[in-house]
């Protein structure tokens, strides 16, 4: 099996190619290191791994036009909100260009593709939980919106080169994750407190710490992405992919604080603009279709998180 990743060196993709090159897969990953460090990449070295450094808003090197890959896995994109907000027309750019591009390989080369989308389509929920049905609250001209409305234009794109063309498609929405590999100066909140209590600074929430999110480990993450590739239902999606567990951000410094024993105390600021004020996934489908649902509790998984970061 023959697997590209693109954004393969951020913290979803590197966790992605270290178990799928476990699984005895062939992976070659993309990534321009716009978000993302070379020295991710040293745990995947090995006859079956191959990296191309490119942008994906440019033309596909022959490297990856020649690949015959089976999958492909469409990450790459700055993911967290200082960095998809560091320059909103590039992060446009990726998400429909890039897209594009990567839906052309697909169509040509008859592979299976995977859409990483994100919770951030429901924008700032009127209901909770959200499901797929629901069709979003989204500041279409926000400071979010260049992730945001340019994921939502790349489920359009996707669905139709799934309608149009018959491909292969798979759209998950990604809910809030955290893990090993996530980058120390990513700016979200699991990995900006983790660093924040292990070096005993201040707690920087944002607003009065009573929004919530919910967390969801990497690993329950790449199950699911894996299951819903791998499925033999010619169904594309979307999916909800998170951890139904809801929390406030106030509850997950504490709990921060409390797993790493740290005497930091928490500082309030001002809540970022468009700011989601809670998001909580309905799971139902991917339970459904691909009979998927977390397994790590979030003390499990903040443990793990803690140790990477220590
Ligand atoms: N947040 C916070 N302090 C931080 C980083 C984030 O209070 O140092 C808040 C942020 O405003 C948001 C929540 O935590 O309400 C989750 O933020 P994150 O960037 O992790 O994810 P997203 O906003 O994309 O869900």
Not at 96 to 101: Q, R, V, Y
Not at 116 to 121: N, R
Not at 199 to 222: C, V, W
């Amino acid at each position: 099996m023959k697997i590209l990743v693109t954004g393969g060196a951020g913290f979803v993709g590197v966790n992605l190619c270290k178990r799928l090159l476990s699984e005895g897969a062939k992976v070659t990953c993309l990534d321009n290191f716009y978000t993302s460090s070379e020295k991710n990449l040293e745990i995947l070295r090995g006859d079956s791994f191959e990296f191309v450094k490119h942008d994906l808003i440019d033309p596909l090197p022959e490297s990856i036009l020649s690949g015959e890959f089976d999958q492909i896995y469409h990450l790459a994109c700055p993911a967290s909100p200082p960095h998809y907000q560091k320059d909103h027309i590039y992060t446009l750019k990726v998400n429909f260009i890039g897209a594009l591009n990567i839906l052309e390989l697909a169509k040509e080369q008859g592979a299976k593709i995977l859409y990483t989308s994100t919770s951030e389509v429901y924008g700032d929920p009127e209901v909770s939980p959200q499901n797929e049905e629901y069709r979003g609250s989204v500041n279409p001209h926000g400071i979010r919106s260049c992730y945001d409305e340019g994921k939502r234009a790349g489920e359009s794109l996707f669905m139709n080169y799934f309608r149009q063309y018959d491909l292969g498609v798979r759209i998950v929405r990604i809910f809030n994750t955290y893990g090993p590999y996530m980058d120390r100066d990513d700016g979200r909140a699991v990995s900006n407190f983790i660093v924040q209590a292990l070096e005993s600074k201040d707690i920087t929430i944002y607003g009065d710490g009573t929004q919530t999110r919910s967390f969801q480990y990497i690993d329950d993450l790449l199950e699911g992405m894996i299951r819903f590739m791998n499925s033999e239902d010619n169904f594309p999606g979307p999916v909800n992919i998170g951890n139904p567990h809801e929390i406030t951000i106030k509850e997950l410094a504490d709990t921060v604080i409390s797993l790493t024993g740290a005497k930091s105390q928490l500082k309030f600021s001002e809540l970022p603009k468009d700011d989601p004020l809670q998001r909580r996934p309905d799971i139902s489908l991917a339970k459904d279709k691909f009979d998927w649902e977390p397994k790590v509790g979030l003390e499990e998984g903040l443990k793990k998180t803690i140790e990477y970061f220590t």
